[in-house]
């Protein structure tokens, strides 16, 4: 007996190295860690830059990409070039030139169609028109293939999960790294959603040269995936007064109430609907709280919205591309906890009664603070100096510290993501949503300030509930989900030390959970006691171990 406990303890102890080897060489292998972290604002400047650097052009087919590249070089030299294709055979072409001057000259130089219903738009988005003669076409040279980044075929389209080879994966831990590299957002469609905002910052430029169009939400914040839909605002680059000019531009006053914001909305809908190449299906949503443009850039295939002066949102995403990258496993844990959300349905793609992604992220990092895998943002806030201040527009106090690699220690909790993941539906499906709100500022519960199903604090405007939309039905849902996920996880962990992601996805099978509690009922006999999981376990080692001896 003690010999096949020796047995079973050595094995275990194989199978838990070769986990944390992957998981160590996974870890080795990005740069998502304290020690390579990129400051939010250098983040979004590099990708601002780009983006300046960039043209997309459709093409007829992948056969004109060599033909594209030779008559681009012409206009400066070529960084990278990228090729996706879009549902209907669309092709299309990002290409990156080593200098912003390289764009401008070609657009100088790009041309409109003649026709008098088509209104002349100089925009980054272009067609190539095919060759008359194919003699000026020459085909990429070896040398041209070596000193460019050419990358045909990129993903646009997020994969089915069921295809990316999960069940060929024994750890979880392995599966869910993998559910993240396979899932989230890739260098084209980060550099395609910057180049979406730099459409409509050129379109204004002329007007407003101080204006600027970022992304924000999870298309910067760590936590995009592919194909998941682009959140634009609208705002003020900070006014340098050049002191020495003595000619002021003349300007109008305008005010940054709700009606003026509320009319921005509509000419923004007006000039995406009527004027700029690709946005299609505009809609004017302006008496929602915060009011949008939605609409679809039919050139990256992918739906956005466009709101105005939202300053609080852009230092949101900061935040959480902060706590994104503290440790290696705050992503992949994000990225399955919305993945079981969305294929359980407890979300959807259109705002409702239900809970939002938004909200499952701070609840996921919540539990992380618990774990003192992250830091709660009182921590944050204390370690702010000057160059981190932030009052926004509206008043609200956004200053936490950004160089968070200042803060770097050793973090304690080694717990593998699978452990983590359990940790997580078993840390909730127990928690007191009744009387508990979370506050990510403290690192802990407080109680609730008003009735709401869920109340997640605002880790930035304090005052309100961000999860205010959820409903006490829908509520109810969640917690059962989370109740059936710790225990189809508990269940499959303890029994069979293993565990497919896939069986999370698939959502909670009664019929199965009803068969094998009625077997463990038969088997612990005389017993007045619940029936508990431990019970399953207990029952399946007995077992085993008889086998064994
Ligand atoms: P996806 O589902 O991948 O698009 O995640 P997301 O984080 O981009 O969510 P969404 O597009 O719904 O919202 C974009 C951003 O707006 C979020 O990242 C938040 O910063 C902010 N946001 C979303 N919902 C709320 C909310 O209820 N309250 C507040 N204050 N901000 C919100
Ligand atoms: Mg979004």
């Given at each position: 007996m003690n010999k096949t406990c020796s047995l079973r303890r050595l094995c275990n102890l194989h199978e838990y190295l070769i986990k944390q080897h992957r998981v160590i060489r996974y870890k080795s292998n990005t740069c998502n860690d304290l020690n390579s972290f990129v400051l939010y604002d250098k983040f979004i400047c590099e990708r601002r830059s780009q983006s300046k650097c960039s043209v997309l052009v459709q093409v007829s087919s992948e056969n004109s990409i060599s033909d594209l590249y030779s008559y681009c070089s012409k206009f400066g030299s070529i960084k990278n070039i990228f090729h996706y294709q879009l549902a209907g055979s669309n092709h299309f072409v990002l290409t990156e030139f080593e200098d912003q001057s390289a764009v401008n000259t070609l657009l100088d130089q790009s041309t409109h169609v003649k026709d008098s219903n088509v209104i002349a738009v100089r925009s980054p988005f272009l067609w190539f028109r095919s060759s008359a003669s194919k003699k000026n076409s020459k085909l990429?040279?070896?040398?041209?293939?070596?000193?460019?980044?050419?990358?045909?075929?990129?993903?646009?389209?997020?994969?089915?999960?069921?295809?990316?080879?999960?069940?060929?994966?024994?750890?979880?831990?392995?599966?869910?790294?993998?559910?993240?590299?396979?899932?989230?957002?890739?260098?084209?469609?980060?550099?395609?959603?910057?180049?979406?905002?730099?459409?409509?910052?050129?379109?204004?430029?002329?007007?407003?040269?101080?204006?600027?169009?970022?992304?924000?939400?999870?298309?910067?914040?760590?936590?995009?995936?592919?194909?998941?839909?682009?959140?634009?605002?609208?705002?003020?680059?900070?006014?340098k007064e050049n002191k020495t000019s003595r000619l002021i531009y003349h300007g109008k006053c305008m005010s940054n109430s709700r009606t003026q914001i509320q009319r921005n909305i509509e000419i923004l809908g007006d000039l995406l609907q009527l004027f700029l190449p690709g946005c299609s299906r505009v809609k004017r949503i302006s008496q929602a709280r915060v009011p949008i443009v939605k609409y679809s850039q039919d050139f990256v295939g992918v739906e956005c919205d466009l709101a105005v002066s939202n300053e609080t949102a852009v230092n949101m995403s900061e935040l959480l591309y902060i706590f994104g990258n503290f440790d290696y496993r705050v992503r992949p844990l994000v990225f399955t906890v919305k993945m079981w959300a969305r294929e359980i349905n407890l979300t959807n793609d259109t705002p409702g009664r239900w809970i939002t992604n938004f909200s499952l992220t701070l609840l996921v990092l919540f539990y992380l603070q618990q774990e003192k895998i992250i830091p709660d943002i009182q921590t944050l806030v204390k370690q702010a100096s000057n160059s981190d201040v932030r009052i926004t527009n509206e008043g609200i106090n956004c200053t936490f510290l950004r160089d968070v690699s200042k803060l770097h220690k050793d973090v304690e909790n080694k717990k593998t993501l699978d452990q983590l993941l359990l940790g997580f539906f078993e840390y909730f499906s127990t928690f007191d949503f009744n009387t508990n709100a979370i506050s990510l500022n403290f690192g802990k519960t407080i109680n609730k300030p008003e009735y709401s199903a869920l109340y997640i604090v605002n880790p930035l405007e304090v005052h309100f509930n961000v999860s205010k939309n959820i409903s006490s039905e829908e509520m109810e849902r969640f917690r059962i989900e989370l109740r059936n996920a710790a225990w189809i996880m508990e269940s499959s962990l303890l029994n069979t030390n293993s565990f497919n992601l896939l069986d999370l996805f698939k959502g909670f099978d009664v019929n199965k959970k009803n068969q094998i509690v009625f077997e463990i009922q038969h088997q612990i006999k005389n017993s007045n006691r619940l029936v508990t999981v431990k019970d399953l376990f207990d029952d399946s080692q007995t077992q085993e171990d008889k086998r064994l001896t």
């Open positions: 990429l040279s070896t040398d041209d293939k070596l000193n460019i980044s050419f990358q045909i075929n990129q993903t646009m389209i997020e994969p089915n999960i069921k295809n990316i080879g999960l069940e060929k994966l024994d750890s979880l831990s392995d599966q869910m790294l993998l559910l993240l590299k396979c899932t989230q957002l890739n260098d084209i469609g980060t550099r395609l959603r910057f180049l979406t905002a730099m459409q409509i910052e050129n379109s204004l430029k002329g007007i407003f040269p101080l204006s600027k169009v970022l992304p924000f939400g999870s298309s910067v914040n760590s936590f995009g995936k592919i194909g998941s839909d682009i959140d634009l605002v609208l705002m003020d680059s900070e006014i």
